[in-house]
DNA sequence: AATACGGGGAG
DNA sequence: CTCCCAGTATT
């Protein structure tokens, strides 16, 4: 026993492992090794905590137990599954990817890391979680956790934010990698990160690698690592029309269909029109909709704002009430698809929500604008 | 090497 | 408020 260059009688990856054996927690995608499951959680754990990922995770394996369900269902459905998780491009590319795996491995999620690395959505780091965790292949995965374990552990002043750090913490960690547990070896790292070697007050007092941490050793945990912090998120101020009417003497809102590229792609939302910061047009916002729908609005009346803060934009909202008069039938010769509307436009009620997949923020407008 | 891409929880 | 989270794709 002994690792190859420790002093220590156990080796970094020893003691972790022992901790790892004790105080892992119970979480759905560590019931198996089935890379399905494993690849799954990965990517709805990128860039987002466990405890929102764990119901979202039950709910998708239970809706699709394995790849070939993945690879038949709609989009639509997968996007149904995935709403308010956020990072939407990650749900059609597992789609897209699983839909590869089923084309080109024969539904085998590859154990190759060059094939693996090919599929859509499936990063450097996502491609050693998978390989190493459901088929004990010694590649690291070097999260934003792991990133701040290494650098406190090592005393690395390297930017976190910078892509090449994560290679260095990549070359670091291969030769510490114990053959006989690669995947318990990334689970364990991540879990140190995750519940010992915190951001911030790290609890090094119960951790099991402090006593040769060289950030501890200095006196530095707390400093580390480095990392640049991020841009504000630009501004955004928005006008947002609830419009509703009665058909067959069910209350129906207005729901577009955003662009299939960019933010919230292929997500519906409430119409909506960009203005300046002092003003809001609502007689624009009224053209809007009759111009772009062919609906002729009436009355208008204010609604709460909201705000909506994304990572790199933050939306300000102020929402009005439109009433379309019952005698309106919409049937402009241009439009098709339903009630007369082009494709992207809808007609829908509470009832039919579930068909739709909403961004947030839509969500508590229409749950507002319903219930008055 | 930067920026786009959601949403929420902790302090 | 600020930080940042089991990151990836695109530019």
């Known amino acids: 026993m002994g690792g190859q260059n420790e002093s220590m009688s156990d080796s970094f990856a020893e003691r972790l492992l022992a901790w790892f054996g004790e105080r892992k927690r119970d979480l759905p995608w560590r019931k ?20 929102t990922v ?15 369900d993945l690879a038949e269902a709609p989009e639509a459905d997968v996007l149904k599954m995935w709403e308010g998780l ?9 789609q897209a990817a699983v839909r590869e795996v089923q084309a080109s491995y024969g539904g085998v999620v590859p154990s190759d890391a060059v094939q693996i690395a090919t599929l859509k959505g499936v990063g450097p780091y996502t491609a050693g979680a998978i390989l190493s965790i459901a088929y004990d292949v010694p590649e690291p995965a070097v999260d934003g956790n792991v990133l701040r374990v290494m650098t406190r552990y090592k005393l690395l002043y390297d930017d976190i934010a910078k892509a090449k750090t994560r290679v260095r913490i990549e070359n670091i960690l291969r ?12 689970q364990a790292l991540m879990e140190l990160g995750s519940l010992v070697c915190v951001p911030k007050n790290p609890k090094c007092d119960i951790c099991p690698v402090a006593a040769d941490c060289e950030a501890k050793l200095a006196g530095v945990q ?25 058909i067959g003497g069910e209350r129906k809102f207005l729901l577009r269909r955003r662009p299939e590229q960019g933010l919230l792609a292929g997500l519906w939302e409430c119409p909506h029109i960009e203005h300046d910061d002092t003003q809001t047009d609502i007689p624009l916002l009224s053209e809007h909709c009759a111009a772009e729908y062919g609906i002729p609005m009436q009355r208008s009346e204010r609604m709460p704002d909201f705000e909506h803060v994304f990572s790199h934009i933050h939306w300000h909202l102020r929402v009005y009430r439109f009433h379309v008069d019952d005698e309106f039938h919409g ?11 082009p494709e992207h436009v809808r007609w829908v009620s509470v009832r039919e929500l579930g068909d739709y997949t ?4 839509f969500s508590k407008i229409i749950r507002q604008g319903v219930s008055v």
């Open 32 to 51: 198996n090794k089935n890379p399905y499951h494993v690849w799954v959680s990965e990517i709805m754990l990128q860039q987002t905590r466990v405890e």
């Open 54 to 68: 764990i119901p979202y995770f039950e709910r998708f394996i239970a809706r699709f137990p394995t790849i070939h």
């Open 86 to 94: 956020g990072y939407y491009s990650r749900a059609r590319n597992l």
């Open 175 to 186: 030769p510490l990698i114990p053959l006989q547990a690669p995947g318990d070896f990334t």
């Open 222 to 246: 707390s400093e580390l690592p480095v990392k640049t912090k991020a841009k504000q998120p630009r501004a955004e101020f928005r006008a947002v029309a609830f419009v509703q009417r009665m």
């Open 331 to 341: 049937n402009d010769a241009k439009h098709v698809g339903v009630d007369g509307l």
């Open 358 to 361: 909403l961004p947030l923020v």
